[in-house]
T-cell receptor, first 115, second 115 residues
Framework: GNSVTQMEGPVTLSEEAFLTINCTYT??????LFWYVQYPGEGLQLLLK?????DKGSNKGFEATYRKETTSFHLEKGSVQVSDSAVYFC??????????????FGEGTQLTVNP | EPEVTQTPSHQVTQMGQEVILRCVPI?????FYWYRQILGQKVEFLVS????????KSEIFDDQFSVERPDGSNFTLKIRSTKLEDSAMYFC?????????????FGPGTRLTVL
């Protein structure tokens, strides 16, 4: 079946540090890949996505590249801010069409950025 | 910006009682979903719903669960006879279409506590 594995957390960084959160996946076919973010007390929000191999998703300084050869979709940001403190979820969708598309999530990684 | 809303934010119930969790999806969306997250575990897909029918359900979604769109705006999840292990955060989501690459928009969640 489909699965997503994220690096173990939590992750604690100082402001302006470089961030990498690893994500690898197992899926049949050609999934679409997503990063969602959950700020305290809020729902999951789409951060970025990529729909085919070698696509790069980007938003708010975050980037992730769909690597089919390594089945990975690692999240990166060059300089984190305190406001980036949140839980980050990697997810994939591997079915779709008339039946809708279920998301398969990773474990989530808690990021804390200290001033 | 349109958003998915969920009520209540927190529901406490006794084991064996019925609960109904409510969601208002984004108005022009056609596909609706329920996910849950047991504390410390992954976000798990429960069910997808389109055109007033369940389009896909997971193995978690047994006969104790049901979904309904009772009117043009609400989307509900009913648990007929709650068990302790149903304690979790329940997220509703909606999307315009059901394609692989479509973004699902999530509500803030309902925390269900079964005593």
């Amino acid at each position: 079946g489909n699965s997503v594995t994220q690096m173990e957390g939590p992750v604690t960084l100082s402001e302006e540090a470089f961030l990498t959160i690893n994500c690898t996946y197992t899926a049949t076919g050609y999934p679409s890949l997503f990063w969602y973010v959950q700020y305290p007390g809020e729902g999951l929000q789409l951060l970025l996505k990529a729909t085919k191999a070698d696509d790069k998703g980007s938003n708010k300084g975050f980037e992730a590249t769909y690597r089919k050869e390594t089945t990975s979709f690692h999240l990166e940001k060059g300089s984190v801010q305190v406001s980036d403190s949140a839980v980050y979820f990697c997810a994939l969708s591997a079915t779709g069409g008339a039946s809708g598309s279920r998301l398969t999530f990773g474990e989530g990684t808690q990021l804390t950025v200290n001033p | 910006e349109p958003e998915v809303t969920q009520t209540p934010s927190h529901q406490v119930t006794q084991m064996g009682q019925e609960v109904i969790l409510r969601c208002v999806p984004i108005s022009n969306h056609l596909y609706f979903y329920w996910y849950r997250q047991i504390l410390g575990q992954k976000v798990e897909f429960l069910v997808s719903f389109y055109n007033n029918e369940i389009s896909e359900k997971s193995e978690i979604f047994d006969d104790q669960f049901s979904v309904e769109r009772p009117d043009g705006s609400n989307f509900t999840l009913k648990i007929r006879s709650t068990k302790l292990e149903d304690s979790a955060m329940y997220f509703c989501a909606s999307s315009v279409q059901g394609m692989l690459a479509d973004t699902q928009y999530f509500g803030p969640g309902t925390r269900l506590t079964v005593l």
